[in-house]
């Protein structure tokens, strides 16, 4: 965890997806671990990060 960033319960609400460059499989799990909603490596798919985004915000839409 970042001290530039303190991680909050305010934050822990918003999904992020990791956007990177390192596909190694232990970068994957560490980002997960961290609390990442998903990991999408370098180069990439902009259909397929956008169809992420709407899965996301659609299982958010069914929660509230």
Same mark, same amino acid.
């Given at each position: 965890? /970042?001290?530039? &960033?303190?991680?909050?319960?305010? &934050? !822990? /609400?918003?999904?992020?997806? =990791?956007?990177? =460059?390192? *596909?190694?499989? %232990?970068?994957?799990? +560490? =980002?997960? $671990?961290? #609390? &990442? +909603?998903?990991?999408?490596?370098?180069?990439?798919?902009? !259909? #397929? &990060?956008? %169809? +992420?985004? $709407?899965?996301?915000?659609? %299982? #958010?839409? *069914?929660? $509230?």
């Amino acid at each position: 965890r /970042s001290t530039l &960033f303190p991680y909050t319960t305010l &934050f !822990r /609400s918003i999904p992020v997806i =990791a956007l990177t =460059a390192q *596909a190694m499989q %232990e970068d994957i799990d +560490k =980002a997960m $671990n961290y #609390g &990442f +909603k998903d990991y999408i490596t370098k180069p990439f798919d902009v !259909r #397929g &990060f956008l %169809e +992420k985004i $709407n899965t996301i915000i659609d %299982e #958010g839409d *069914a929660k $509230n």
